[in-house]
């Protein structure tokens, strides 16, 4: 509720104060703003603009200035007529918060746009830049820009900086329900702009749809914008902020971080019931130390579960019925696994659950429909994709299943020629709507993790989310997965956890063994893959690797560990940190050929310098000492992960 309104007309100029010291400087004669911090102009003729003319409005019309007090702190508004519409551009201001948030608000008849950006300006020079991707479809990757070189346009957020102290500017939007946003820098030039597509990035073959919320209203989404000593600070704070902004929808999860094993990391079209049964009962009597801290593990039977049914959807369950009881007999918790929003047969016949044919609720994309990753895209908020949602996870909750793998969501945010829903006009909105829904039907029961999805709007819906695309064994698909963690790791306060995907150990080194088993320790939750149905060497690994205790205790660490370093490219971290209570754990990676070794200061790993270390690595149990800075040799293709704690002054 607002509590205080002040109108300030006859001042050239207006200064919005926020954090320590900080403050916008608003020019009223001709709409442009300088953002200043540290004392010195980090942003400068910043201005707004809507629809697609980027030019901004430097005619001399009448501005004045509101504030009002909002919770925990104040909002500005500075408006002025936009071709007969009541033009906003505001401010939202924090106490305790140095970082502040801005949209253009549109009022009045007719108010709609495809196209905003509360904030395009010229930024001090920096040298690095953060490319995000919109999903993590399609082995999409993360990338340090050098931005001495060509421009690039980042889905949501980014951050540009300095590679030598990291101080730096985050820029991104903390709001997602109706817009895709782009966040483009080039030349100097900084610009968040909602209303972004692009054919590879987030795979759209259309322009964005039109926003109008109401005919009356049409608001841009808030953009964070963030000057910090250290840029990774600032993404953590930007993943903290789109949880407030846009507050969980799915139920609280109360459980512990989760550890699982899932059937497409080897067994794929091979599953079956007795193979899945003798994968619960090696965990159940051969691994039984691999455990979450609330002594669970899921068993998640994915894609070609249905060879456990006749009749696909709408045949028999009482294989997979048998399988739940299964695992619940034998103390482990079944998943499953499912694409919502997507046809795989792309064949007319009647949508399971309804009365429709799937001709009618497939996606539209110029005419065409949207075929992508060998699937069709299905209009969200058709109501024969919620009757087959309904009716689908219906049956997953009659047959006993407390986990559910939902996959290929992304195509639910489509960009579409239109939507059964009159009142969506968005590939946002429909995934919004599609989401909702299938969150409802849900009813609280299950845990929720997505494979392929939005990387920043997905996470009001679930409660883990798989960090980058398939991978599965090797050191370059670790080193894959590790790209994102680099660079994503903030992610893990979107959601409650990230995932690295499937933890695969047959045919592969034991060192890569150790890489991969590392990457999922470093990013989030432990999924593993392997065909613990058969003999194998596999067998051995795990019961080696997935149940020694003190890897464990690293594994169960609640956050994601912090990069330490970053490289120009696509080139992954090689150090992770993770700064708990009484130790400090360190995980160090070699990608490489050859052996290699790596040096960290332990300020970098927010240690005292002048403080003596006792170091245990825990992969060979190996004991040493460090001060000052902390030299690691590791083989190739390989990864140790070493725990710091201070020894005490004899």
């Known amino acids: ?49 809507y629809d697609e003319s980027t030019s901004p409005d430097t005619a001399r019309v009448p501005r004045s200035m509101k504030v009002a007090t909002i919770p925990n702190g104040k909002q500005y508004t500075i408006t002025s007529a936009a071709g007969g519409l009541k033009r906003e551009h505001v401010f939202y201001v924090y106490n ?48 340090v820009v050098d931005l001495a070189g060509a421009g690039f346009t980042a889905s949501e957020v980014t951050a540009v900086y300095d590679s030598v102290s990291n101080a730096g500017i985050v820029l991104g939007s903390v709001e997602h329900n109706n817009w895709k946003t782009g966040i483009r820098v080039a030349g100097g030039q900084l610009s968040a702009i909602a209303g972004w597509t692009d054919s590879l990035v987030t795979r759209d073959g259309i322009r964005h749809g039109i926003v109008t919320q109401g005919d009356t209203l049409c608001s841009s989404p808030k953009i964070m914008v963030a000057v910090k000593a250290d840029w990774r600070k600032g993404m953590e704070q930007y993943a903290v902020a789109n949880r407030r902004a846009e507050p969980r929808y799915i139920f609280n999860w109360k459980g512990a971080k989760p550890f699982g094993w899932n059937s497409w990391g080897s067994m794929q079209t091979k599953l079956t019931l007795p193979k899945a049964k003798q994968v619960v009962d090696f965990f159940a009597d051969s691994c039984k130390a691999f455990r979450s801290k609330d002594g669970n593990v899921y068993i998640d039977l994915d894609s070609y579960w249905d060879n456990l049914t006749q009749g696909g959807m709408t045949g028999d369950f009482s294989q997979l019925k048998a399988f739940a009881d299964y695992c619940k007999q034998r103390g482990v918790k079944p998943g499953i696994y499912w694409a919502p929003f997507v046809d795989w047969s ?11 044919n799937y001709e009618e609720v497939w996606t539209k994309v110029n005419g065409q429909y949207h075929d992508f990753d060998g699937c069709r895209a299905m209009d969200p908020t058709h109501p024969a994709t919620r009757e087959r949602i309904a009716y689908l996870i219906k049956r997953f909750k009659e047959a006993g299943f407390e986990m559910i793998k939902i996959d290929f969501i992304g195509h639910a945010a489509i960009e579409a ?137 690293a594994a169960q660490l609640e956050d ?20 708990a209570s009484g130790y400090t754990y360190l995980a160090v990676l070699n990608y490489g050929k050859q052996a ?35 030299q690691v040799s590791v083989d190739a293709a390989d990864a140790v992960i070493i725990r710091l704690e201070a020894m005490r002054t004899r």
């Open 346 to 356: 792309k064949s007319p016949r009647t949508v399971e659950g309804s009365h429709y």
């Open 560 to 579: 994601a560990f912090l990069p330490v370093d970053h490289h120009t490219g696509e080139a992954p971290s090689n150090l992770f940190v993770y700064n």
């Open 96 to 143: 305790n918060d140095d970082a502040f948030y801005t949209a253009v608000v549109l009022r009045g008849t007719g108010a709609r746009s495809r196209y905003m950006s509360p904030l395009t300006g010229e930024s001090i020079p920096y040298t690095s830049g953060v490319f995000v991707p919109f999903d993590n479809d399609a082995w999409i990757k993360y990338r």
């Open 1 to 49: 509720m607002l509590c205080l309104s002040v109108s300030l007309y006859a001042q050239q100029t207006a200064t919005i104060p926020f954090g320590k010291n900080n403050r916008i400087v608003y020019d009223l004669r001709n709409g442009t703003y300088a953002v200043w911090a540290g004392g010195k102009a980090v942003i400068r003729h910043a201005y707004a603009f």
């Open 417 to 553: 020629d239109h939507y059964y829903d009159p009142s969506v006009h968005t590939g946002m909105q429909a995934f919004r709507k599609g989401m909702e829904f299938l969150v409802d039907q849900l009813d609280s029961k299950m845990l929720v993790y997505a494979a392929i999805s939005p990387s920043m709007a997905t996470g009001r819906y679930v409660h883990t989310r798989r960090i980058a695309c398939d991978a599965f064994k090797s050191i370059d698909e670790t080193a894959y997965t590790l790209n994102a963690t680099s660079l994503g790791w903030w992610q893990s306060k979107v959601y409650d956890y990230a995932d690295a995907d499937h933890v695969v150990f047959e045919g592969a080194s034991i060192g890569a063994n150790r890489a991969r088993l590392t990457s999922a320790i470093v990013t989030g939750t432990i999924i593993t893959g392997d065909d613990y149905s058969e003999p194998g060497s596999a067998h051995v690994v795990a019961q080696q690797l997935l149940q020694n205790k003190e890897v464990l205790q």
């Open 596 to 630: 290699a070794t790596f040096s960290a200061g332990l300020d970098k790993l927010g240690l005292n310098t002048k403080q003596a270390y006792r170091c245990k690595e825990l992969f060979s149990g190996k004991i040493s000492e460090v001060k000052g800075t902390l």
